[in-house]
C-alpha cells in the first residue's frame, strides 16, 4: 500500500472513533408517553332523582264539582317537589329514554264568580279556591348528547289531583244546580316539555326543564312548569 493510501486509511480511522465517541457523550433521548384517550361522557343506564321547581297556569276548579256549569277558570301558581325515576340508553349522539316523575304541590287560585248556566247568570255568587296537590308524569325522551351536555325534548302522560272548596253567598251548598262547597278528584292531561342536562361526573348530573301540562275535560288545568333537578345514573343498561 502506497503511503498516501496509509495516510487516507489512518485518518479514516480516526475520524470515527471521533463520532464515536461524540456520540457516546450524547445526552439520550426522552421517552414521551403514549397519548391517552379521553373516554367520551356515557348517558346510558337507569337513574334516581330529585327535583322542584314552581308552576303558574290557569285552571277551572268547579270542574271537580260538577259539570252543570259553565266552564270557566283563573289563575293558579305556587311551587314542587318531587322525586324522578328513568332509563335511557345512548347510541352515538342520540340518547333515547322514558321518565317518570311525581311531585307533590302547592299550586293554588282563588276568585269570586257569578256562575252560569248556558251564559245565564245563576242570581248568586261563590268565593271559590283551588288547589292542585300532586302532580304525576310519563314521559318519552329524545336528546343530542355533546359530550356531557345532553339537550332533550320531552313528551308523554300527566296526571293531576286537586281540590275545589265554595264558599256560596246566599244559597246553601248543594242546592244552588247541585253545586257542592267542596270536592276532589284526577286529572288525566298530556305533558309536553324540553330541557337541558349537564353530567357533572360519570354519575352525577343536574338539569333544568320546561313542561307544559294540559289536563282535564277540554283542558280544564293548563299549567306551565319550571323545574330544575339532579340525578343518579346506574350504568348496565
Known sequence: ????????VAASALLATSLAAHAA????????????????????????????????????PLSLIT????????DAKG???????????????VVLGIESDIDWADITGSSAVTPTILGAAQGFTANVSTHIDWVGTV?????????NWLIYGT???????????????????????NLSCSGSGNR??????AGIEYGFTPSWSAKLEYLWVGAGAVETAKINMIRAGLNYRFGGL
Open 1 to 8: 500500500m502506497t503511503r498516501l493510501g496509509l495516510s487516507t
Open 25 to 60: 457523550d450524547l445526552p439520550a433521548r426522552p421517552a414521551y408517553p403514549a397519548p391517552v384517550a379521553v373516554p367520551l361522557y356515557n348517558w346510558t343506564g337507569f337513574y334516581l332523582g330529585i327535583n322542584g321547581g314552581y308552576a303558574w297556569g290557569r285552571q277551572d
Open 67 to 74: 259539570d252543570r256549569f259553565d266552564r270557566f277558570d283563573f
Open 79 to 93: 311551587g314542587m317537589v318531587g322525586g324522578t325515576l328513568g332509563a335511557q340508553i345512548q347510541s352515538g349522539r
Open 139 to 147: 314521559r318519552s325522551r329524545v336528546g343530542y348528547a355533546i359530550d
Open 155 to 177: 313528551g308523554g302522560v300527566a296526571l293531576l289531583g286537586g281540590k275545589t272548596d265554595v264558599a256560596l253567598n246566599g244559597v246553601t251548598c248543594g242546592t244552588a244546580g
Open 188 to 193: 288525566v292531561g298530556i305533558a309536553a316539555g
